[in-house]
């Protein structure tokens, strides 16, 4: 069974490698993620058969480069999905000004919000009204360096 709290970070690797990174190096770099963090994440990701690792030669030697599968793309749908709908419901309960609820969806979901910035699914502005609404520091559940300087949010 996979941990939950890694459903989002697969997602964001997974983006990733979709999106024409297929290095491990750089994969770490645009995921912002440790190299053993993402060690552990890619072989997960292939043990599911999400991904694919294959070796290519080339002249400096043998290339690795990992491909995402089609079981691996749907996957990612599912999950950018599922991260859309956690959004949806932050901002109900924003609405309905239900600060109890709020806070505790919060604190139950708070591994989901780099994936959201990640994807541009929430917008900062109404992320800030809400950690304002129940008196929460947002730097506690999310990095200033996980948030790209030029978000405008989705």
Known sequence: MKNMDDGPKEAVVLATIK?????????????NMPTNELEAVLEKLESRNLIAVNEKKGFLGIKIEINITENGEKTLKDQIQELREKWKQMIRLYQLEDKQKLQAYIDENKNSFKPMIFFRILDMANFSKMFGMVNLDMAEYISPKDIPQDIDGG
């Not at 990174?21 to 645009?30: G, H, L, Y």
Request: net charge positive; glycine share 8%; aromatic share 8%.
């Open 19 to 31: 999106a024409g990174i297929k290095s491990f190096d750089k994969i770490s770099k645009v995921a």
